[in-house]
């Protein structure tokens, strides 16, 4: 076969066939197909898309690039979810722990943050000592005992993953749904599940901000997952404002800790965790159908059982043996801390969340460049959400500053991002849709 040949029949729009998909992506993780043509093929497919076939294809080829782990010889079904990205989405350091509780194994295999969204491991770099980058071996032992691990991709799962995306994030080929979809769900195929459940977010701080542009990327994704042998669902869920009331690492690393001991629980938060949590254990076999799952599931909080196992699986990896006892004695805190207030009194009608995530990047809390160092402390906390009634002495949040010139720009930015007005608002549903299996 010639990657020009098949990259024309792309450009055509004729379907390819999967082993000519197959012969492009093992060339991919060997190099022997360049970067031109990678990008050409991706450009093509951005352009002309790809049949269900096609995607699944794909998606089965990235995968076998690299290892696929097998977890048979657990006693339980091996389950995860994945977001597509949001702000205040802290809802991995819950659920994983919670699933575990209830029976299930979660080899929750976790990115950094992207653009004004925040990474699940970034969050967990805040806990020292915490190991992001086991071994295989390590890996496997938690995931065994504990019930639950949440690390980073390893080198060895889905390469080719790595050096398509390193070439569509320079070529304005990342907005493919197709390429989307076999980016995400690859690495989620190799690590051997038996149940995924999507995060799909829609509104101002989602990367898909209309609802039907977030429904054919949750469709795309489950189609493609069950075509290719993974037995996936979806929900569509609200992110018109951050899903926690905090913003940032090590804010939400403690807002989860909270969440865990019942200390102080957010709504919304609760509602999406709980939701995903019951679709997984119907998925794997350890409830009768979602509603079920959701009771196992806030029994599992409620209980101490979650928070206990979230201990347990931060001290395997690495991390204070009496994390849950005493947070606030490991996860570091901004040297500036201050209320920021509206200019006038009023409800909250709109939110632009993805400025908010922009803040907290300004912050110094993400990465501008992929060499920039991340400052764990920064963020928000307190944020006000939709339909909160305000006034002058009544803060939007509290920031999280390096110092005071930061803060101040921060605040700057955050009123920017709320409208208040004076018509009060009654907070909406934050799950919208579920794509079925």
Known sequence: ??????????????????????????????????????????????????TREEAVALTVAMRDSGTVLDWSDLPGPALDKHSTGGVGDNVSLMLAPALAACGAFVPMISGRGLGHTGGTLDKLDSIPGYTTAPDNALFRKVVKEVGCAVIGQTADLAPA?????????????????????????????????????????????????????????????????????????????????????????????????????????????????????????????????????????EAAFKSGGAAELFGKMTAALGGPADFMERPAKY??????????FPDHAGSVTAIDTRAIGIA?????????????????????TALAGLGAKLDPKTPLARVHARDAASADRAATSLRAAYHVGEKSMPPGEVVYERIDP
């Open 1 to 50: 076969m010639l990657p020009q040949e098949i990259i024309r029949r792309k450009r055509d729009g004729l379907p390819l066939a999967a082993d000519e998909i197959a012969f492009m992506v093992e060339g991919l993780t060997s190099g022997a197909v360049s970067e031109g043509q990678v990008a050409a093929f991706a450009m093509a497919t951005f352009f002309k898309g790809m």
């Open 161 to 297: 993953d790595k050096r398509l995306y390193g070439i569509r994030d320079v070529t304005a080929t990342v907005e493919s749904i197709p390429l989307i979809t076999a980016s995400i769900l690859s690495k989620k195929l190799a690590a051997g599940l038996r149940g995924l459940v999507l995060d799909v977010k829609t509104g101002t701080g989602a990367f898909m901000q209309k609802i039907e542009d977030s429904r054919g990327l949750a469709k795309s994704l489950v189609e493609v997952a069950n075509g290719a042998g993974l037995r996936t669902s979806a929900l569509i869920t609200d992110m018109n404002e951050p899903l926690a009331t905090a913003a940032g690492n090590a804010v939400e690393v403690m807002n989860a800790v909270e969440f865990l001991t019942g200390a102080h629980v957010d709504r919304r938060l609760w509602d999406v965790t709980v939701a995903l949590g019951g679709e997984l254990l119907a998925l794997g076999g350890l409830a009768n159908d979602d509603a079920d799952g959701r009771r196992k599931i």
């Open 331 to 340: 996860l570091k805190a901004a040297p500036v801390v201050r209320d920021v």
């Open 360 to 380: 907290v990047v300004e912050l110094g809390g993400a990465r501008m460049r992929a060499a920039d160092p991340i400052d764990h402390s920064v963020g928000f």
